[in-house]
């Protein structure tokens, strides 16, 4: 079995070792793999199980993942499953993307389920109080233990989603002005020229120019440069100045740096 995952600042990627460490237990050897990383080695061809795990972007497939989902070969696989973490799932087209995406390439999306974990979309809200977070990402993992009994035994069920004309044409108003969802990002004084913004983005979309970041207008918005900054000095517009910044903790830095 092969989970390719997609993470910014963690939920996606604990989910993805969540559920690997539960096949494990039960005897089945797992593989995690990023799927900017394999992207990048050609890992495109997996054979028998396929998991994807994800954040819900602008109430779709993240932007880079529907690039991923366009190279994949699915034709030596038998059981496809999603997992989307976000922070709530009742505006959403995620899955019907997926089923049409995977129906496109003759197969099918065998399993879908969401996570609510935490939204770390800070131009919309802020990252709640600690005793908040630890209850929403406790309840995150007893969903995660419910999800991967499901996997294991192969079934096929999906959850609901709601809003679905709302969240398609949020979606692709997004993907139609991808080049402008990096034009107010801002970095201030105190960058220290360490990089992590770089390491972290997924579209290598960020270089250092005199040791500061410079966005190339490839970006998917997943905010990973903004929470993974030690000074806590890159922001997106005006919001997300003072709001708190996110790692999920149970994953490290060194875990989402890509390079």
Known sequence: MIIYYL??????????????????????????????????????Q??????LVMP??????????EEFLLRMDWGHT????????????????????????????????????????LSIYLPLNDIPPTAKKERRLQKADVRLAWIAGQLQQRVKAQDHEYLNLVSRLIHDFTRRHRAALDADFTVG?????????????????????????IW???CTQCLGCLHICPRKTIELGQKTKG???YRHPQISVEELLRR
Do not use: W
């Open 189 to 213: 004084e105190d960058c220290i020229g360490c990089g992590r913004c770089a390491a972290v983005c997924p579209t290598a979309n960020i270089r250092l120019e005199e040791g500061r970041p």
């Open 243 to 245: 709001r708190q910044r």
């Open 7 to 44: 993470s910014a600042a963690g939920n996606s990627l604990h989910a993805a070792k969540y559920l690997a460490a539960k096949f494990t237990a039960a005897g089945e050897e797992v593989c995690l793999k990023d799927m900017a990383e394999a992207m990048k080695t050609g890992m495109l």
């Open 56 to 65: 819900l972007h602008y109430f779709g497939v993240p932007l880079l993942a």
């Open 216 to 218: 190339q207008h490839r």
């Open 78 to 117: 038998d059981y496809r499953f999603v997992v989307m973490t976000c922070g709530s799932h009742y505006m959403s087209n995620a899955f019907h993307q997926l089923t049409a995406s995977l129906a496109s390439r003759g197969t099918v999306l065998d399993a879908a389920f969401y996570v609510d974990m």
């Open 46 to 51: 997996p054979e028998g199980t396929v998991g």
